[in-house]
């Protein structure tokens, strides 16, 4: 009866075993699933759309830049915007502009950084 125990037991811990890395190997996966595309060589805008300037910070006399993470797919979509930095009213503005742009396409999803400039005209 000793015998049969020990193999339940070594059974047991490379079952254990087994199920851990399983488990590992699913975290990992899904951990790198959740990262935002990891930033490679940028690509070229192919077509740009310029934001409009929202009238209230017009008439608040907002000005300021609005950096963004945009994330590009395989053919030159944008498939996510994210404001790193800037004014709220404006980077709505901008956000709007740049969801409509499009990049030369390429291997997989790309970060590309942007940074849009909102001036008041004198």
């Keep these: 009866m000793g015998k049969r125990i020990e193999g339940l037991v070594t059974t047991n811990r490379l079952h254990s075993t087994r199920v851990k890395l399983l488990l ?13 595309a990891a930033p490679q060589k ?14 209230l910070a017009r008439q608040l006399g907002i000005t300021g830049r609005v950096r963004m ?14 404001t790193v930095s800037g004014e709220t009213l404006l980077a709505e503005a901008a956000e709007a502009a740049v969801r ?12 590309v950084p942007v940074e849009l400039s909102f001036p008041l005209a004198s």
């Design 24 to 36: 590992a190997a699913g975290v990992t996966a899904m951990v790198a699933m959740m990262l935002p």
């Design 42 to 55: 940028s690509r070229v805008v192919k077509s740009r759309i310029e934001p409009e300037y929202p009238e």
């Design 69 to 82: 993470a945009v994330t590009v797919d395989c053919i030159g979509r944008v498939v996510q915007v994210q």
């Design 100 to 111: 409509r742009w499009r990049f030369t396409p390429g291997a997989g999803e790309i970060l």
